[in-house]
């Protein structure tokens, strides 16, 4: 068996000097790979590895002459494995409505720092939720970007998730500085702040997709509580110019969306997106407030908050869609140390 274990391992020398790995039992728990599946040997898997068929589910849901394509193998082989991978795969399935309530149990809330803000969402920011922040440039959706990844450094008690943030930087706007000063805001140590917040640039949309999988392997071996993704469109809008571009665009961020609400769903973690409004508004697109992405995006988010600016420096944020909570709007205002009622 060559199966993938969960480990946080420790290497140890034993009594015959042999080097033992020594694995945490709770954490002993195996996930079956390509290599497990009969029939599959090293050479076989090593194609299926580099199509990108790194899990069984992905191989159970092929038909066998697109997994022959895909991974340049016989149909007839194709159709052996993704019948073996059927019966191994996890594929979810249903569970009962009290363990959907036990799930939802563990749902935790991070604070935004404004009380408004916070009620608005009945109590915080959820995770195993996807959140979406949209509004015009300079609406305030880095700040609050900012302003999550320091308050999920909190522990529980203080609004906090008490773990590590992920931020995916697409526009290059995610600044140090701004971190430590809103630290600074909430009394805690700006270094070990920024030390728990793990910043990768995404230099396009296949790098920005590629970058929730190195999250997802990292997440093995940490608390992952808080991902950022700034923005969630910007690359898709660039490189997929045009109509006749926009259903890959469309499907790409589509499939892009569900990567992201895994890693919500398998480590009880909030998934914050940002995304720019309609730039040109014109008679075929109408409304200047229309977020990019339109319902792919819209209906992959849990939570979509409306950021706008208005009088004297303050802010509004409209909740525009909820599963479970009513419409409303909040007013805040982004300060030196960060967001405040
Ligand atoms: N240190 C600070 N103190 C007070 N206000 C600040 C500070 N830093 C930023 N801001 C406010 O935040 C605004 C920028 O907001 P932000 O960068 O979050 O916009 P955005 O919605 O992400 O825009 P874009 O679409 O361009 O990415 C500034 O115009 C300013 O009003
Ligand atoms: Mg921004």
Redesign the pocket.
């Known amino acids: 068996m060559t199966s993938r274990k969960k480990t946080t391992s420790t290497e140890t020398i034993d009594e015959e000097g042999e080097e033992v790995l020594m694995i945490d039992a709770e954490d002993e728990k195996t996930e079956p790979t390509v290599e497990d599946l009969p029939g599959v040997g090293p050479a076989t898997a090593e194609k299926l590895r580099e199509a990108g068929f790194n899990e069984l589910l992905a191989i159970a849901v092929m038909t066998p002459k697109a997994l022959a394509d895909a991974a340049e193998l016989g149909e007839a082989v194709s159709a052996k494995i993704i019948s073996a991978a059927k019966k191994q795969a996890n594929i979810g399935g249903f569970i009962s409505g009290n363990s959907l309530l036990e799930r939802r149990r563990q749902v935790q809330k991070l604070t935004s720092g404004s009380t408004a803000i916070d009620d608005l969402l009945g109590g915080g920011f959820e995770t195993q939720s996807i959140c979406e922040?949209y509004?015009?440039?300079?609406?305030?959706?880095?700040?609050?970007?900012?302003q999550l990844a320091v308050n999920c450094i909190l522990p529980l008690e203080q609004g906090g998730l008490d773990g590590e943030v992920f931020y995916i930087d697409t526009?290059d706007?995610f600044r140090p500085e701004?971190i430590s000063?809103m630290a600074r805001g909430i009394g805690l140590d700006p270094e070990v702040v920024l030390e728990r917040i793990h910043v990768a640039r995404a230099y396009n949309s296949a790098h920005q997709m590629l970058l929730v999988d190195e999250i997802q392997r990292m997440a093995k071996n940490m608390d992952v509580k808080l991902i950022i993704v700034?923005?969630l469109t910007s690359h898709f809008r660039a490189e997929f110019l045009g109509r006749g571009m926009l259903a890959e665009r469309q499907q790409k961020l589509g499939r892009h969306m569900k990567e992201l609400k895994k890693l919500a769903d398998i480590n009880n973690a909030l998934v914050l997106v940002?995304n720019?409004v309609m730039s040109k508004p014109d008679a075929m697109w109408g409304d200047p407030t229309k977020p990019i992405g339109g319902h792919i995006v819209g209906h992959a988010s849990t939570f979509r908050i409306y950021?706008k600016?208005s009088k004297a420096?303050s802010r509004i944020a409209r909740l525009v869609d909820s599963p479970n909570l009513p419409e409303g709007e909040a007013k805040f205002f982004?300060?030196?140390?960060g967001l405040r009622d």
């Open positions: 922040v509004g015009e440039f300079g609406s305030g959706k880095t700040q609050v970007g900012h526009e706007t701004r000063q700034d923005s940002s720019q950021l600016k420096g982004v300060t030196a140390d």
